[in-house]
């Protein structure tokens, strides 16, 4: 699970559907961190889904092997404790939010809960409710707003030491200034993982080591942020209207 991450020649389609990726070759090189940027519907979340064998890769196209192993042949609960993944809407249970922070690890304690929580900025959040992490949090996290809830599930990752991390636009819902803050400390924490990054927001994404642009299901561009930010494609458009305008984020996603 520590090995470079390779797609190769990777199509996906729902049943009956049009393909949602085509013909995929990347190869993450472990310990790295690869960014994904793409609009809607581009197959950014499948790629990562196909990772994680929420959905399966079927005979015949292609396949994705991490270490050398196809991931058919690793046990699927083996995968998946060994891949850490933050999605855009996280799922938290109807339990408190210390509980939802220390799911994972049934003997995990407090102070690990918090230093997680400090990690991902939610530990003054915690504090300003009157119960602190003992505050119940309802169903899929409706009683929390959209950053507290994201913030939760990456303090939740953040328990893990797993040697591939996936956050898929899990940044989406706070401000800059606390994504950068967050991405710093992902960098601290998970040196020597392999990371994947999915946002709409180029700041995100630049300090990765190598980015992909997805477009229609296939790979349209590749490299790092300071020759995609200059070489006339998609990603250089979108670099600029972030970079322009205080509303360029809204409008590029």
């Known amino acids: 699970m520590t090995g470079d991450i390779v797609f190769e020649n990777v199509s996906f389609s729902y049943n009956n559907s049009k393909e949602i990726l085509k013909n995929i070759d990347l190869t993450v090189k472990s310990g790295t961190t690869l960014g994904i940027l793409g609009g809607t519907g581009s197959g950014k979340s499948t790629l990562v889904m196909l990772l994680d064998k929420l959905y399966e890769v ?3 196209c292609g396949r994705i092997t991490i270490g050398g192993v196809d991931i058919r042949k690793i046990k699927t609960d083996h995968l998946r404790r060994n891949i850490g993944i933050v999605l855009q809407e996280p799922f938290l249970f109807s339990r408190s939010l210390g509980e939802n922070i220390g799911i994972k690890d049934p003997s995990i304690t407090l102070d690990r809960i918090k230093a997680a929580s400090v990690a991902a900025h939610l ?4 504090q300003g409710f009157a119960k602190g992490y003992d ?31 996936i956050f898929d636009d899990s940044l989406s819902a706070v401000d800059t200034e606390t994504d950068a803050k967050i991405r710093a400390e992902i960098e601290a924490r998970f ?21 992909i642009v997805l477009e229609n299901g296939r790979i349209v561009e590749e490299g ?3 020759e995609l ?24 996603s």
């Open 224 to 226: 790092t942020h300071d």
């Open 58 to 60: 079927k005979e015949g």
């Open 191 to 211: 040196g020597t993982a392999t990371v994947i990054i999915i946002s709409h927001r180029i700041t995100t994404l630049s300090k990765a080591d190598k980015i």
């Open 123 to 126: 530990h003054e959040t915690a």
């Open 135 to 165: 505050t119940f949090v309802g169903e899929r996290g409706v009683t929390l707003s959209g950053g507290q809830k994201q913030r939760a599930a990456i303090a939740r990752n953040f328990t893990t030491d797993c040697p591939i991390m």
């Open 229 to 252: 930010k200059c070489a006339g494609g998609v990603y250089q458009d979108i670099y600029e209207i972030q970079s322009g305008s205080s509303g360029g984020e809204e409008a590029a």
